[in-house]
């Protein structure tokens, strides 16, 4: 089946309450699937809590940089970092089947959902990028070069963007052209949000989860 309105939840950093919001959100806009691109574990939140939101949900995840250097047992010394010892096995479990890359059949075609571009989760895209900085992302220079997805859903930054990359703005030959959604994310030091990708209006749409309790609409973007 080739998905058309789907939920889109970018970094979540424990955050139980604001992700269950987001679910909520979901449901009242008929969302046929919920995508996340990661970075569950590290904040102030329920981890665990939001294992069982999203194996509740069925949602569909890859691993974030800090589920990796969890599962590694690594970088375990930064501000509201998690340990393997604190979580539930079901977590664990959860999050040791997340893959790199997914891969989800649309009405736009195959999306291409990860954490930062591509198979490098640390690699940083901000809609700010130009000239060079495009230049040297090799992340994104592959996925144009194999011309599989036009559309790429990712997070790492915690910024939300819409933003569409062509080969020239990389100093590729050829025609070839993608769109970058991030969701943003629900870590509280950010601006929290989550996103409604509706393929049919081709719009996406970010909700405010600042206030848990209260979620609003914060802007409405076309696709490029």
């Given at each position: 089946?080739?998905?058309?309105?789907?939920?889109l939840?970018?970094?979540?950093?424990?955050e139980?309450?604001?992700?269950?919001?987001?679910?909520?959100?979901?449901?009242?806009?008929?969302?046929?699937?919920?995508?996340?691109?990661?970075?569950?574990?590290?904040?102030?939140?329920?981890?665990?809590?939001?294992?069982?939101?999203?194996?509740?949900?069925?949602?569909?995840?890859?691993?974030?940089?800090?589920?990796?250097?969890?599962?590694e047992?690594r970088?375990?010394?930064?501000?509201?970092?998690?340990?393997r010892?604190?979580?539930?096995?079901?977590?664990?479990?959860?999050?040791?089947?997340?893959?790199?890359?997914?891969?989800?059949?649309?009405?736009?075609?195959?999306?291409?959902?990860?954490?930062?571009?591509?198979?490098?989760?640390?690699?940083?895209l901000?809609?700010?990028?130009?000239?060079?900085?495009?230049e040297?992302?090799?992340?994104?220079?592959?996925?144009?070069?194999?011309?599989?997805?036009?559309?790429?859903?990712?997070?790492?930054?915690?910024?939300?963007?819409?933003?569409?990359?062509?080969?020239?703005?990389?100093?590729?030959?050829?025609?070839?052209?993608?769109?970058?959604?991030?969701?943003?994310?629900?870590?509280?030091?950010?601006?929290?949000?989550?996103?409604?990708?509706?393929?049919?209006?081709?719009?996406?749409?970010?909700?405010?989860?600042?206030?848990?309790?209260?979620?609003?609409?914060?802007?409405?973007?076309?696709?490029?």
């Amino acid at each position: 089946m080739s998905l058309a309105r789907l939920g889109l939840v970018g970094d979540i950093h424990a955050e139980d309450r604001r992700l269950e919001a987001a679910l909520a959100i979901f449901r009242e806009h008929d969302v046929e699937q919920v995508l996340f691109v990661g970075d569950v574990v590290d904040g102030e939140g329920d981890v665990d809590r939001c294992c069982a939101l999203l194996a509740s949900a069925g949602a569909v995840g890859v691993r974030g940089n800090h589920d990796r250097w969890l599962l590694e047992d690594r970088m375990r010394t930064l501000p509201h970092a998690h340990s393997r010892a604190m979580l539930a096995p079901e977590s664990i479990a959860l999050l040791s089947s997340l893959p790199i890359l997914r891969e989800v059949e649309t009405l736009a075609g195959t999306l291409l959902l990860c954490h930062g571009v591509g198979h490098n989760d640390m690699v940083r895209l901000s809609p700010r990028d130009d000239g060079y900085a495009l230049e040297t992302n090799d992340e994104l220079r592959r996925l144009l070069d194999e011309r599989r997805h036009s559309l790429v859903v990712g997070g790492h930054t915690h910024e939300r963007m819409v933003e569409r990359y062509r080969a020239n703005d990389l100093r590729l030959e050829g025609d070839a052209s993608l769109v970058f959604v991030n969701a943003g994310a629900l870590a509280r030091a950010e601006v929290p949000c989550c996103a409604v990708l509706d393929l049919r209006a081709g719009r996406v749409s970010f909700f405010d989860l600042a206030d848990a309790e209260a979620p609003g609409e914060l802007e409405s973007r076309l696709l490029p």
